[in-house]
């Protein structure tokens, strides 16, 4: 018996010690959140002014309503594009490829219609 409770003391310990794998931290105030998590990532918004994030590794992306976003990755490469602009991605030799308004993009959905229902008649 008192090797299964010092067994079990000694699990504890080990256990409380670690801390939490979930740790990191968020706040929030009138128009504004941010976010960071235990392995270094951090996220924030702001209203009106769009939102960021940054991952562990140091690569971040970032963008506001209206005009659009930007993502870098952490060996510099970065992708950019706005709705009805297209996107632009250069590598780290410098190396770009651009798709212009209208190319490589989903055409737009169409117009609705609207739609007539008969109507039903109550159950009885």
Do not use: C, D, I
């Amino acid at each position: 018996m008192k090797f299964t409770a010092v067994g079990f003391a000694g699990f504890l310990v080990a256990a409380l010690s670690a801390g939490p794998v979930w740790a990191g931290s968020t706040s929030h105030s009138k128009g504004s959140t941010s976010h960071t998590n235990a392995e270094g990532g951090s996220s924030s918004h702001s209203a009106g002014e769009g939102s960021s994030h940054t991952n562990a590794e140091g690569g971040t992306t970032s963008g506001a309503a209206g005009q659009g976003a930007t993502h870098t990755n952490t060996e510099g490469g970065t992708t950019s594009g706005a709705y009805g602009e297209g996107a632009t991605h250069t590598n780290t030799e410098g190396g770009t490829t651009s798709s212009g308004s209208g190319e490589g993009q989903a055409p737009p959905p169409p117009a609705a219609e609207p739609v007539e229902r008969p109507l039903r008649r109550p159950l009885r």
